[in-house]
């Protein structure tokens, strides 16, 4: 049996149409649709997750307790069970990653454990391995996790009729790329990543750290090989590059970019960082929820899929959270600035050029203040990032705590502002949700009723004595009735009904308000729906495609990227499961997984970064011929790693060490 297709609930919701929201929609769609957009942060731990929907995100992505991309941050089923209880609050989503592949012994572990995610309140579950799609399941919705590989229109579209709700899409495809996308499964939700790490492999298709170290990306459990410094030689043995970051990449930033991959038809805004701390993850959600605020102000027709409104104690900049050096990546064609060789470490904001070394002091040229407490960083004479902490700041005169070695017209940044720290180290946002108030009497007593946006409402009532007041009252009810500091409420607009200007005690007022608070809360908790899939018996064979040629195909025929008929070690199947599967989609030949077995002379990672390229040696794209012989290597250490670059598909491929010898990975 397969996932029946027409069973798919979409995330994407829409206002007065029918139809989901992709691509160019002005010229053909009413103007009264509106579509909901989704910022999604990362979650280490249940405190991050409540930090990320405080700063202003529509959904949370957690790891499971087993089987995550990230193994060292599972969380409890019971964490998982809080935050969701505080995220629905606002109506934000709380996603679980349980992203690894999986082994036969594993299926019926990771089976058990998707009916407790599901039963504490998960929205969806990501996923890479498809024998999952083949367990008895909950009706959880799923999503395509990017380390599937999602970079072509077939691919995205046969995820969708095997059941997918959504799907991540790979971070290196065009702005292009995307539309087309997005124009061709007009049905599908699409999440693309905004911010964050980048790997420089395609996701799911690296096994540089299972070959080297014993330790599989796609069991959770990445080294970190591609941050690891390098020299670059040739056939002959010359060195081109010397100990340098070769496959380290900049960090993603597409806050610039949030407007057009709107318009592309991209729905769901990832930041990537399950491995970061509270301050990375409050700094960049509330940088990215102002970001789209301001888009969704211009242009109505999008809105954000959650309640509340995040207010802040500090200006969010993204250079002050950890950060390689930004890249756009590959959205808008290649680009030559992607590479971070220097270091894989953070380097933060520029601050300034050393201009003066006197003693145990320097002497700095730039407009940003530095304080006391101020990590500051450089690249030293030999190309190697080395850094300090300030002691003492006169003016533009910096005291180190301990001198270092530095050179005049050095570049200075700061990977720690310690002022920006301080800041996000206590409370720094709150999230309030808009309601209003009615206070009235009745002939025993007097009622409070509370509504939301959403159309909850509640009303408490209390028998009381009513006694006319002296004095006006309606200042002191407007008073006790707006304290709703410390819940997820705002007074937007009151009114107060009495039939006449009646004494009505603080305590009363205050018992009420309180009573009337909780009632609301378990009022939205019980109102809360999930979206769920219905999974049952579809036809033996899935309806026609149209290929990309314009002509309707079979499953088999279709080239999904990596997954094609025969599907080899690169689709990572590593259960009888996931065989069965691909079966059902009339793909026989079926390779196992590299982590079942090892397998010389394949490639082991492929990646859109190209060192001839960035070199200035690409013959598609650039003039200048390299004056070094073919192929090339990476080394480090004892291992050997040689180059070779696909220019039809341009993509360079490192294939398997000559001399293999286990590292210990960097990042």
Not at 158 to 184: C, H, K, N, P
Not at 419 to 439: G, H, N, Q, Y
Not at 450 to 468: L, M, N, W
Request: glycine residues 6%; positive net charge.
């Amino acid at each position: 049996m397969v996932l029946c297709a027409s069973s798919v609930v979409l995330r994407v919701t829409k206002e007065n149409v029918t139809e989901n929201h992709r691509g160019d929609t002005e010229n053909h769609r009413g103007e009264s649709q509106r579509f909901m957009i989704e910022l999604l942060a990362p979650a280490k731990n249940l405190a991050i997750g409540i930090e990320a929907v405080l700063h202003g995100a529509d959904a949370v992505y957690i790891g499971a307790p087993k089987f995550s991309a990230r193994a060292s941050a599972g969380n409890s089923i019971e964490d998982i069970r809080k935050l969701c209880e505080f995220a629905h609050l606002y109506d934000a989503k709380v996603y679980v990653a349980l992203n690894t592949i999986l082994t036969d012994e594993e299926l019926k572990v990771a089976e058990e454990l998707i009916w407790q995610i599901y039963d504490a309140g998960a929205d969806a579950l990501i996923i890479q391995d498809m024998g999952i799609t083949q367990l008895a399941i909950p009706p959880i919705p799923l999503h395509a996790s990017t380390q599937t590989d999602n970079c072509s229109l077939e691919k995205v579209r046969f995820l969708y009729q095997t059941g997918f709700s959504r799907v991540i899409l790979a971070r290196e495809l065009s702005l292009e790329d995307i539309r087309a996308i997005a124009q061709g499964v007009p049905q599908a939700t699409l999440e693309v990543f905004v911010h964050g790490s980048l790997c420089v492999s395609y996701s799911g298709r690296c096994y540089l750290s299972y070959a080297l170290t014993g330790r599989s990306a796609n069991r959770g459990e990445c080294a970190q090989c591609c941050r690891l410094p390098y020299a670059l030689v040739d056939s002959d043995g010359k060195t081109i590059i010397h100990h340098k970051h070769l496959l380290s990449l900049k960090d993603l930033n597409r806050l610039d970019d949030l407007e057009d991959l709107l318009q592309a038809g991209v729905t769901a805004f990832k930041i990537e960082g399950r491995l970061k701390e509270a301050s990375y993850v409050k700094n960049t959600v509330a940088c990215y929820r102002k970001k789209l605020d301001e888009l969704f102000e211009k242009n109505p027709r999008y809105k954000r899929s959650s309640q509340g409104t995040s207010t802040y104690t500090f200006e969010p900049q993204l250079n002050k959270s950890f950060n390689r050096g930004f890249t756009s990546y590959m959205l808008h064609g290649r680009d030559a600035g992607i590479t971070s060789f220097d270091t894989p470490k953070s380097i933060g904001e520029p601050v300034g050029v050393v201009k003066a070394i006197n003693g145990f002091s320097l002497t700095v040229s730039g407009e940003k203040p530095i304080h006391n407490g101020d990590g500051l960083v450089f690249i030293n004479r030999q190309g190697v990032l080395e850094g300090f902490r300030v002691n003492r700041v006169e003016a533009n005169r910096i005291y180190p705590k301990a001198m270092i070695d530095l050179q005049l017209n050095t570049s200075l940044y700061r990977n720690y502002d310690h002022a920006f720290e301080t800041v996000l180290s206590k409370p720094s946002a709150e999230r309030k949700i808009d309601v209003s108030m009615v206070w009235s009497d009745y002939p025993e007593g007097f009622s409070l009723s509370i509504s939301d946006e959403t159309g909850a409402q509640i009303s408490v009532s209390r028998p009381f004595v009513k006694e006319v007041s002296r004095q006006p009252q309606d200042e002191i009810i407007k008073k006790q009735l707006c304290k709703l500091g410390g819940t997820p409420f705002f007074v937007k607009a009151y009114r107060i009904a009495m039939t006449d200007r009646f004494f009505v005690p603080s305590s009363l007022l205050n018992e009420m308000r309180r009573e009337a608070v909780e009632k609301l809360m378990a009022v939205k908790q019980a109102r809360y729906k999930r979206q769920e899939v219905r999974r049952g018996v579809a036809s033996a064979f899935l309806p026609p495609l149209k290929g990309a040629g314009g002509c309707n195909a079979s499953v088999a025929s279709l080239d999904f990227g990596v997954f094609r008929s025969p599907l080899d070690y690169t689709a990572n199947v590593s259960n009888a499961k996931a065989q069965d599967f691909y079966k059902k989609h009339r793909i026989e030949v079926i390779q196992p997984a590299m982590e079942l077995e090892l397998r010389k002379n394949v490639p082991l990672m492929f990646t859109k970064h190209c060192l001839r390229f960035s070199l200035g040696w690409c013959p598609v794209l650039q003039s200048e011929q390299s004056p070094f012989r073919e192929p090339f290597y990476l080394i480090y250490k004892d291992v050997r790693l040689q180059l070779s670059f696909d220019c039809t598909k341009c993509i360079t491929k490192i294939h398997q060490p000559i001399r293999p010898k286990a590292v210990r990975g960097r990042g």
